[in-house]
């Protein structure tokens, strides 16, 4: 049996560590991003961040401490973040008059700001994001996936009228579908979250899912129709059109560095990191072969493809060093590289480089000419095979035959006897909260989503029997 299979979050935490993507810190919870794992991130922000100054949103931002008082404005907000939050309570030598709390969430700052900010029709839609740190003391902590302090960017909008509000909220929903389906090749379910699940404060929450190899559920970006809560809470009235003083309505929307942990863990192996080329930080390696010391030609060879692919704007690295071919070859499959090029004395002779891509057994043997092109096409074709990979893996795993409780629990039993994962499983909801507790109390699985597009609606409750009101995803949840 795999370690994948065996021990997933022995075969995840060991698979970040050798490939040098963080450290652990003296604090609790909080790690350190080295340059590969910070550079994921990056690339990740790159995509994200074109796609939403594509749609007219510009960064902005705020400070981390927030005054105790904001969060009692907003009782169902701070009732939701109240057991996450660290608190600084002494500066200087001194204890503060009020309490900061560390930001779990900068609604409550923005919407203190916006207050000020927004007197009039005019000055409306506000588009604003966010990249920032923020802190939820998390008791339990998995690297990437769920630290005490995390990445994330968060956007806060402020529109006319619902329509204008719901419509945002939908079009930064698709944009997180977007980059995480074609950019991070990992497949989603987007839907709108349950009554329990929603964020705290909101009117209604949407939510794209994605199954990791180990079968549990990541949620991989929410958006939030947050209505007039906010606004009401902090006073943020404008002049309207027809001269009347009203509230506006107001969205929020986040992704954070839990999408480098989903990249791992559904996309890797157990040689370790497979990353998609668009976010790998080396994209293609050189590795010189055979007895390459002694033929300077071959590192001058591999030095013109080394510049050839750079102006193409290809990450590409040269690894001249004096290990082996074989702990090289070794090294970077573990790193993840989606292309490894090797280029030896009979290759040399021969006018061609042998590549292998980084997800497929079979090694290719192209010619020094053509070897531009071939990365290229070869570093697309990675991109989608991979999230098709993903794709039929989920598929695999999304049940929709299971529609009861017993026959739930039933399933997951099987699966633990037989070692075989228990995946996601489609089951109805009558809409009563006590029948969506009642499965997570006696089978830890949480409703992820209803989504837009199940496929196939069920009729009864997975608890009770009785008819369905809504169609959910059930799954073990990180």
């Avoid at 809560?229 to 309207?240: C, G, P």
């Avoid at 989608?384 to 039933?410: C, G, P």
Wanted: proline fraction near 5%.
């Amino acid at each position: 049996m795999s370690q994948q299979t065996n021990d997933f979050t022995k075969w995840y935490i060991e698979t970040i560590q050798k490939a040098d993507l963080m450290d652990y810190t003296p604090v609790r919870g909080c790690i350190a991003f080295k340059p590969d794992g910070y550079e994921i991130w990056e690339h990740i922000q790159e995509e994200m961040d074109r796609r939403f100054k594509e749609t007219g949103h510009r960064n902005a931002y705020f400070p981390m401490l927030i005054p105790e008082s904001f969060f009692q404005k907003e009782k169902e907000h701070v009732e939701g973040f109240s057991p996450e939050l660290p608190w600084v309570t002494e500066a200087a030598g001194e204890k503060l008059e009020e309490r900061l709390a560390l930001r779990p969430t900068s609604e409550t700052m923005i919407g203190y700001l916006y207050s000020h900010w927004i007197k009039s029709y005019r000055d409306l839609p506000v588009l604003i994001n966010q990249w920032a740190n923020v802190f939820r003391w998390e008791k339990k902590t998995l690297p990437f996936i769920r630290t005490s302090e995390f990445l994330w960017q968060e956007g806060h909008t402020a529109h006319e009228n619902e329509e204008d509000a719901r419509k945002e909220t939908m079009q930064m929903l698709n944009i997180y579908k977007d980059v995480v389906e074609n950019v991070l090749a990992i497949p989603v379910y987007d839907g709108q979250k349950t009554p329990s699940e929603r964020f705290a404060g909101a009117v209604d929450t949407y939510s794209i899912e994605a199954m990791m190899k180990d079968g549990k559920a990541v949620q991989a970006g929410t958006s939030h129709y947050l209505g007039t809560k906010f606004a009401e809470a902090f006073n943020i009235k404008y002049l309207n059109r027809e001269n009347k003083h009203v509230y506006v309505h107001t969205t929020s929307w986040g992704t954070s560095t839990r999408l480098i942990g989903s990249v791992i863990m559904v996309h890797g192996d157990e040689k370790g990191l497979v990353l998609p080329p668009k976010i790998a930080p080396t994209q293609v390696i050189l590795i010189p072969v055979g007895p390459w010391k002694k033929t300077p030609a071959i590192i001058e060879k591999l030095e013109e493809i080394r510049k050839a692919l750079k102006e193409k704007g290809i990450r590409v690295r040269l690894d001249d060093s004096d290990q082996s071919p074989g702990f090289k070859f070794n090294e970077w499959e573990l790193k993840g590289v989606p292309v490894r090029i090797e280029l030896g004395p009979r290759d040399l002779e021969n006018n061609q480089v042998i590549l292998k891509a980084r997800d497929e057994d079979e090694k290719i043997t192209v010619s020094i000419e053509s070897v531009v092109e071939a990365v290229v096409n070869e570093l697309e074709t990675m991109q989608k095979r991979l999230y098709e990979k993903a794709k039929a893996f989920r598929d695999a795993n999304s049940h929709t035959h299971i529609d009861t409780l017993d026959q739930l629990k039933e399933h997951i039993a099987t699966c633990e006897k037989e070692g075989k994962i228990a995946g996601w499983v489609l089951g109805g909801w009558c809409g009563d909260d006590a029948c969506e507790a009642k499965v997570k109390e006696e089978t830890k699985f949480t409703s992820r989503n209803i989504p837009f597009n199940p496929p196939m609606k069920k009729h009864t409750c997975i608890t009770c029997g009785k008819e369905a009101k809504y169609t959910v995803w059930f799954a073990r949840a990180y």
